[in-house]
């Protein structure tokens, strides 16, 4: 089953489909008379009416073998077929199998290793907040330790030095982090559980179709590709093609928005848990970290 980036690459991929299905359902029921596929072909050297244009044998006598063969085969032999990633069936003829927004925005299932250093005061560059017994990241300072790690805004730290931290408070956190040693702090990461991402494309004006004020989304434009793709109100502004917003003013945002290529993909959270992570950094979300990430 295919997957699609956005609504738009879905029809235009069933409008592709639909364009090639027709000369096979033409070629399937000729009119009285037609003239035959061979004699229609042009005389391009690499395109064959046929398999024996191509030079190949291919008699009944010696498809019957082939197919005895091979059901001989199929009875003796188990044969391990390798399940494809769900990533190799994405279908993007409008946004592209490797438009970069996408990329940089991509929320990887499972977890993964990430060191960090401290830097010269003892500091790694994280804010930290507990919610649900998780622990998870409220603030990346920008040019710290953990932004060279590539830490994001609403990732879950699950062990820090082989500690698991589920049912942490924040203070017992930062006081496990201060007691590490300045270099090599071994932390497990999985990549922001709250969040999720809408792949949008950008009408003839430059726009995709929501109305945002101070992050956060407030009217979705009818018939818009944000209203085709399901973006929904409610919820906070947090990445702009994989680049963090959070903090950024809301021309600053528009900016970003401005200079994006016709796909843009969003990154956001629910109101209620973005406010619930931002709650107590306050002024310090100026400090934020909002460089664009490395694919």
Avoid: W
């Avoid at 030079?55 to 003796?76: K, M, R, T, Y």
């Avoid at 060191?115 to 010269?120: E, G, L, R």
């Avoid at 805004?153 to 496990?176: C, E, R, W």
Wanted: hydrophobic share 45%.
């Amino acid at each position: 089953m295919s997957l699609y980036p956005s609504l738009e690459d879905m029809m235009v991929h069933a409008d592709l489909l639909a364009v090639q299905a027709a000369p096979q359902a033409a070629v399937a029921q000729p009119a009285i008379g037609a003239v035959s596929v061979a004699q229609q072909l042009p005389s391009y050297p690499s395109l064959y009416p046929s398999l024996n244009d191509m030079g190949l044998d291919i008699s009944p006598e010696l498809l019957h073998e082939h197919s005895l063969a091979v059901a001989q085969f199929n009875q003796n032999t188990a044969v391990a077929r390798p399940v494809a990633p769900a990533t190799q069936s994405m279908v993007a003829p409008v946004s592209g199998p490797s438009e970069m927004g996408m990329m940089r925005a991509e929320i990887k299932q499972g977890i993964r290793p990430v060191v960090i250093c401290k830097d010269t005061r003892g500091k790694v560059g994280l804010g930290l907040t507990s919610i649900s017994k998780g622990v998870f990241v409220a603030f990346v300072y920008r040019d710290s330790p953990a932004s060279l790690a590539g830490l994001r805004f609403g990732d879950q730290l699950l062990q820090i030095n082989g500690t698991t931290l589920a049912g942490f408070k924040t203070s017992q956190v930062t006081k496990l982090l201060a007691k590490a040693a300045p270099e090599n702090i071994a932390v497990a990461v999985r990549d922001r559980p709250f969040e999720r991402t809408v792949t949008m494309q950008k009408d003839s004006l430059n726009h995709v179709g929501f109305v945002f004020k101070k992050g956060h989304i407030t009217s979705i434009v009818k018939d818009s590709s944000a209203a085709r793709n399901g973006l929904l109100i409610d919820h906070y502004i947090v990445e702009v093609n994989g680049q963090n917003v959070v903090g950024l003013s809301d021309a600053d945002i528009a900016a970003i928005f401005a200079a994006s290529p016709p796909t843009v993909t969003i990154t956001i959270m629910p109101d209620f848990l973005y406010n619930h992570l931002v709650k107590h950094i306050g002024s310090m979300k100026k400090y934020m970290d909002h460089t664009v990430p490395e694919v």
